[in-house]
């Protein structure tokens, strides 16, 4: 990446009140220029194409292509470009993806203006870049996970487990209910005494490490 010449970006987000917003701290950051701007994935595919930015500031939720596989589609043609992910989603599966995608950093969208300009600095450099707050839910999830693995398989009622595995389908406590014959609060007792066994925060959490239990 060349330094005899300003930093251009690219700013890709989906809500117009937070594109202006990274757009002017763009405007005002030392040794670098915005490049131009796009609304969603599709539309940042062409911009890239267009504009040929050496760094991209990239939502990662976005309705009509997410900010994970327009960067694979920009990386596959210019591996160059370097890409900083950015969301308000503080979830390690999330953060994960990305830097599968080949993201080149990440930042919660909370992030200070100081913060933007050492991982737009950082990432230019040619070094990966993780804010403290990114790196504390890694490091959090790792720790978790360990935790589990080290622990015995909590051990499910039959009704909790035929419950859990109808929820991993997708089913809605209604339908669970209707199904085996009990009341819809009894379901939901079921369900929320899985979870707890199962050491996960929320529903969704629970479904995961459901699955990956019925793997090993």
Do not use: N
């Amino acid at each position: 990446m060349r330094h005899d010449r300003l930093l251009t970006i690219l700013v890709v987000e989906d809500d117009e009140l937070i594109r202006a917003a990274f757009c002017l701290l763009v405007q005002h950051s030392g040794g670098v220029a915005l490049a131009g701007s796009a609304g969603s994935g599709r539309e940042a595919l062409q911009q890239a194409q267009a504009l040929r930015p050496d760094l991209i500031l990239m939502d990662l939720r976005m309705p009509d292509l997410d900010g994970i596989e327009a960067t694979r589609r920009i990386k596959r043609v210019m591996p160059q470009v370097r890409v900083i992910a950015l969301t308000a989603q503080e979830d390690p599966l999330l953060i994960t993806r990305a830097l599968e995608a080949g993201m080149d950093g990440f930042l919660l969208k909370k992030a200070s203006p100081q913060e933007l300009q050492l991982a737009i600095t950082t990432v230019a450099g040619g070094e990966p870049y993780l804010s403290p707050s990114v790196s504390a839910i890694i490091a959090r999830a790792y720790l978790a996970e360990r935790s589990r693995k080290r622990s015995p398989q909590p051990q499910l009622t039959p009704r909790e487990k035929q419950v859990a595995r109808r929820i991993s389908t997708g089913m809605r406590l209604k339908q669970i209910a209707e199904e085996l014959g009990i009341s819809e609060r009894t379901a939901e007792k079921h369900s929320e005494q899985a979870r707890r066994k199962l050491q996960a925060a929320t529903t969704a959490e629970m479904v995961s490490i459901w699955l990956r239990l019925q793997q090993e």
